[in-house]
């Protein structure tokens, strides 16, 4: 069986297409083969006018046509697509939606924040680290930042936060929206197990493909100060230049290392594990459950 998940969130656009394949136990394996990211930076438009622009609304409907003619290449058999934070906030998402479903026939579902906790959750990654800790999910995008909290094969907490990337770099979070996640964090965390950091994100992604660290070996919160120290000292060009980066992905770098080490702080954490997995991964195992 063949599946897909659309995630449009207010950087950029991804698809992702699986084959899933069950075993003589009929437990299921999830196969990537294909994962395409396109930079449709949606947040630009709505955190500064309210909404999309007829330019990205263009972009977008590109890019859902360009998706379809390859999930049609594959054979997808079923197709799951959602809309983040800058939809969310978006006055002319219906409009969009709308126009998007009659062109291409993708219906596009705008997610809440908690919705979008929760399915970056199912991706279990905490099912398979040890019972000695407790873990924190982090899943920081342009618009938001998910968390989820998962103690004693619980999860005992999930919330989202209007605090991202693209709203740091336009200097949108106030201070009391900080102050939320800091009392959530530590009123939630206190007395539990020692807290280990999940980061999921193309940012986080991108920090440890810098590190050069073996799969599975987390990061240390002072390692993501120093490059955040490192990353900050330099310009954009230079950023780019020096450490390979997209442009799409230099800018946003910094204020997402900046809420990753915030969030390891208040927690009391001192590593990061980086399972190369996001949102959309989630999507494809929530859709494969809803199928089943």
Not at 20 to 43: A, E, H, I, M, T
Not at 129 to 141: A, E, F, I, N, Q
Not at 274 to 282: E, M
Request: hydrophobic share 40%; proline share 2%; glycine share 6%.
């Amino acid at each position: 069986m063949r599946l897909a998940a659309i995630d449009i969130g207010s950087n950029a656009a991804r698809l992702l297409i699986t084959e899933v394949v069950k075993d003589d136990k009929g437990k299921p394996s999830f196969n990537k083969l294909n994962l395409v990211r396109v930079p449709l930076r949606l947040g630009f438009d709505v955190f500064d006018s309210g909404s999309i622009s007829k330019e990205r609304t263009g972009m977008l409907i590109q890019t859902m046509k360009a998706y379809k003619h390859l999930m049609n290449a594959y054979s997808v058999n079923h197709l799951k697509a959602c809309a983040t934070s800058a939809m969310r906030d978006a006055k002319n998402s219906n409009d969009i939606i709308r126009k998007v479903r009659l062109e291409t026939d993708i219906s596009i579902e705008v997610i809440s924040g908690d919705t979008e906790a929760s399915i970056v959750y199912e991706t279990h990654i905490a099912e398979n680290l040890d019972k000695d800790h407790s873990y924190l999910y982090v899943d920081v995008g342009g618009g938001s930042t998910e968390l989820s909290f998962f103690s004693n094969d619980i999860l005992t907490f999930k919330r989202s936060f209007n605090i991202g990337t693209i709203r740091l770099m336009k200097n949108m979070v106030p201070d009391k929206q900080w102050d939320d996640m800091k009392e959530t964090i530590r009123v939630f965390t206190k007395g539990q197990k020692k807290v280990t950091v999940i980061g999921s994100g193309g940012n986080i992604n991108k920090v440890f493909s810098l590190s050069k660290r073996k799969d599975g070996k987390p990061l240390s919160l002072d390692l993501l100060k120093d490059y955040h120290k490192e990353l900050g000292s330099v310009t954009l060009a230079e950023r780019i230049r020096l450490y390979n980066l997209r442009e799409d992905r230099a800018d946003v770098i910094i204020p997402a290392l900046q809420i990753y080490i915030n969030v390891m702080r208040w927690a009391d954490a001192d590593e990061i594990y980086v399972p190369k997995v996001g949102l959309v991964d989630g999507l494809v195992k929530h859709l494969y459950n809803q199928v089943k």
